[in-house]
């Protein structure tokens, strides 16, 4: 029987496979700029509108990015656990189900692992965040009910599902002798999540793992949060957020057309026709009539996610540099005299950005003491911290992590692998 793990991110995604009796990460998508083979795909979908074929990671963005004609869809795992999940959308002339969008996505995630592996897969051990959602079960229990169906639907035949850090944690604990009580925090794009667990060598063979653990548990916050806060203290002023009424001159515009436009999977929402509309009113209403027409023109040209990815790639920047200049110069209106100074020396700083995120930061590290509080530990008694997920480089989490927890042991694991490694030793686990 063929096996695998399948890590559905929101914003990447992996599968582990065993190949020749080893296991391994699936090379998903050849990366067309480096020429390597990389073995996430980034999760999103571009619906071509001239030929109707449907792209997928990489390849996706860059037909967008480069102007191609049709629907970009990216942190479609943020919709599940949502009450929009029975919404879907209108592509084209056709309205999908979020379902189906997803499963376009899912089939091509096994498609790709199937070709390399030469062998259809069978039985999946999905990942799943500790809470889909965080305040209603129900919506949880909705939501891994969802995915079932859809990784049934593309033709798995036994579907079971794992916390994300406890795959995580089976991954870290490849590496252990001794047993050592480990935290392991892993900030993605959608959620945070945490799993306080006994790892040993002896303790990895054992089919029952409940006596290990100690404590699991998450918060809907992760990097799409972090790309929002930082779009709305850097960029959104430029597109007349702040700005005022001519008429009411105490009332600002509308601030949930930019909140909406600095969220990833909410920024198709503005391209309904009766938002331009409002928008091209609140232009003639506004006092900054210029922001207000760029981002008139933005929506128009379906701008948005080239925008949302450009303060992504500032976000990402500064990981490793002081300060990073946002360039906006795509979005600058000449039909209107734009003052394209203003979006071209769109400069952001490490402060800028911690500032920016701090109030969600400091929730992601109180759900971490409430991972602790849940196990009746203490952050001195945890002997190792293993760290994943791509919001653990930013610089602000880092600094918080070693302060409140200097006297553990600290890995920091492969940030986008790890989690569908242990996706995998699981399925290993369960199913052979
Ligand atoms: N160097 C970096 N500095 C800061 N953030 C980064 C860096 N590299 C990637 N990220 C962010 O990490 C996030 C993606 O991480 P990851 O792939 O672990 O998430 P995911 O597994 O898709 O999401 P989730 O597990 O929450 O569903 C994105 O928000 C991305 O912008
Ligand atoms: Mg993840």
Redesign the pocket.
């Known amino acids: 029987m063929s096996i695998c793990g399948l890590?559905?991110?929101?914003?990447?995604?992996t599968v582990g496979v065993v190949h020749q009796q080893q296991p391994l990460m699936v090379p998903l998508e050849l990366n067309s700029q480096s020429g390597e083979f990389e073995t996430?795909l980034p999760?999103a979908l571009f619906f071509d509108f001239e030929t109707d074929d449907i792209h997928f990671g990489r390849e996706a963005i860059e037909l967008y990015s480069r102007g191609e004609f049709g629907r970009l869809m990216r942190s479609m795992?943020s919709i599940l656990g949502s009450k929009n999940m029975d919404e879907g959308t209108q592509i084209k002339h056709k309205r999908y189900a979020f379902n189906d969008i997803i499963g376009f996505f899912m089939a091509s995630l096994k498609q790709r692992a199937e070709a390399f592996n030469q062998q259809s897969l069978e039985s999946v051990v999905l990942?799943r965040?500790v809470h889909f959602n965080d305040h209603h079960p129900e919506l949880d229990l909705a939501a891994q009910n969802r995915m079932a169906d859809i990784a049934h639907s593309v033709g798995f035949k036994q579907v079971s599902f794992q916390y994300?850090p406890i795959a995580a944690a089976y991954d870290y604990e490849q590496q252990v002798d001794k047993e050592e009580l480990a935290l392991i925090i892993?900030?993605?794009?959608?959620?945070?999540?945490f799993t306080l667990i006994k790892l040993s060598k002896q303790n990895r063979l054992k089919a029952q793992r409940d006596d290990d653990l100690l404590a699991n548990h998450g918060i809907h916050i992760?990097?799409?949060d972090?790309?929002r806060h930082l779009s709305m203290a850097t960029v959104m002023p430029h597109f007349g957020l702040n700005s005022y009424y001519i008429d009411k001159p105490t009332l600002k515009m509308p601030r949930h057309y930019y909140v909406d436009l600095a969220t990833w999977h909410r920024i198709h929402l503005l391209y309904d026709a009766n938002v331009l509309r409002d928008i091209a009113e609140l232009a003639r209403e506004s006092q900054d009539k210029q922001a207000m027409l760029r981002l008139a023109q933005l929506l128009k040209n379906k701008q948005g996610h080239k925008l949302a990815a450009s303060v992504?790639q500032a976000?990402?920047d500064?990981?490793?540099q002081e300060t990073t200049s946002i360039d906006l110069s795509y979005l600058v209106n000449l039909e209107v005299h734009d003052n394209s100074e203003e979006l071209l020396l769109n400069k952001a700083s490490q402060l800028d950005l911690a500032n920016a995120i701090e109030a969600d930061v400091n929730k992601v590290f109180a759900a971490i003491d409430d991972t602790l509080t849940q196990a009746g530990l203490q952050g001195s008694q945890i002997d190792t911290l293993f760290t994943?997920?791509?919001?653990t480089?930013?610089p602000s989490v880092k600094k918080l992590i070693s302060k409140k927890f200097s006297q553990a042991k600290w890995i920091s694991g492969d940030?986008?692998n790890s989690?569908g490694k242990g996706l995998l030793l699981d399925a290993q686990r369960r199913y052979l």
């Open positions: 890590d559905f991110g929101t914003s990447n995604s996430t999760s795992k990942g965040p994300e892993d900030i993605g794009g959608g959620t945070s999540d992760g990097g799409t972090f790309d992504e976000k990402i500064l990981s490793h994943t997920g791509g919001s480089a930013l940030l986008f989690v």
